[in-house]
C-alpha cells in the first residue's frame, strides 16, 4: 500500500523557516516525480512545488518562488520542503502528493494526510 | 495562468439522485484534467484523470467527459459517500491550477 506521512509542520513566527519531510513507503520512491499541494483552512488547493524523478528539475509556483525549495533524498525514500521568509499567508495544511508533472503520466495520487504550517506571531 | 472556474459552487440533491458538475478552463488545457474528492478533514483523493479515466479503485458511477476548455463530471446516482467538495486540476501547463470547488450537499 501507497503510503505518504508528513512531519514538520507548526507554528512558525512571520520571516522564519520550516522544513517540512514527507516519508514515502509502498511504491519506488525513485521512479516517481512528487509535488507538494496547500490548502488555507477552509478554502481550496493551491500547487506549490513538483520535483523530477533525479531531483534536477524543479518547479514552483509563484507565490513561493525564491523562498521555498523542493528536493528529495531517493536513498531515504523522503520529500523535503524548505520553507523561508514565511508570511501569515503561507498559513495552510501542506500535502505531499505522488506524482504531479505537467502532462506527466498521472496527476497527484496519492495524497498523504497533510501537516499543518501556522505563522504568526 | 491557466483559470479553471467550477460550477455550480454548491449543489444541493438526495441520495440516489444525478450530479452533473461543470469545469471551464480559461484555455485549453487538452485532455489533461483530474477531478478529486475531499471530505471535511481528508486529504483530496483522485476520481479522474485525463478527463475521462477512472482512477484505481473509483466505482462506476462516477464518469469524466469533455476536452479542450470544457470539462464535465457526472455521479450517476449519489451515494451517502459521495457528498464531498470536488476539484477540478489541469496539469497541462505550470502552473497547475486547480479550481475553485463544487460542494455536493444533501438537500
Known amino acids: 500500500e501507497v503510503q505518504l506521512v508528513e512531519s514538520g509542520g507548526g507554528l512558525v513566527q512571520p520571516g522564519g523557516s520550516l522544513r517540512l519531510s514527507c516519508a514515502a513507503s509502498?511504491?519506488?520512491?525513485?521512479?516517481?516525480?512528487m509535488s507538494w499541494v496547500r490548502q488555507a483552512l477552509g478554502k481550496g488547493l493551491e500547487w506549490v512545488s513538483a520535483?523530477?524523478?533525479?531531483?534536477?528539475?524543479?518547479y514552483y509556483a509563484d507565490s513561493v518562488k525564491g523562498r521555498f525549495t523542493i528536493s528529495r533524498d531517493n536513498s531515504k525514500n523522503t520529500l523535503y520542503l524548505q520553507m523561508t521568509s514565511l508570511r501569515a499567508d503561507d498559513t495552510a495544511v501542506y500535502f505531499c502528493?505522488?506524482?504531479?508533472?505537467?502532462?506527466?503520466?498521472?496527476?497527484?495520487?496519492?495524497w498523504g494526510q497533510g501537516t499543518l504550517v501556522t505563522v504568526s506571531s | 495562468e491557466i483559470v479553471l472556474t467550477q460550477s455550480p459552487a454548491t449543489l444541493s440533491l438526495s441520495p440516489g439522485e444525478r450530479a452533473t458538475l461543470s469545469c471551464r478552463a480559461s484555455q485549453s488545457v487538452s485532455s489533461y484534467l483530474a477531478w478529486y474528492q475531499q471530505k471535511p478533514g481528508q486529504a483530496p483523493r483522485l476520481l479522474i484523470y485525463d478527463a475521462s479515466n477512472r482512477a484505481t479503485g473509483i466505482p462506476a458511477r462516477f464518469s469524466g467527459s469533455g476536452s479542450e476548455t470544457d470539462f464535465t463530471l457526472t455521479i450517476s446516482s449519489l451515494e451517502p459517500e459521495d457528498f464531498a467538495i470536488y476539484y477540478c486540476q489541469q496539469r497541462s501547463n505550470w502552473p497547475q491550477t486547480f479550481g475553485g470547488g463544487t460542494k455536493v450537499e444533501i438537500k
Open positions: 502528493a505522488k506524482g504531479g508533472m505537467v502532462r506527466g503520466v498521472k496527476p497527484f495520487d496519492p
Open positions: 509502498g511504491f519506488t520512491f525513485s521512479n516517481y516525480a
Open positions: 520535483v523530477t524523478v533525479s531531483g534536477g528539475g524543479t
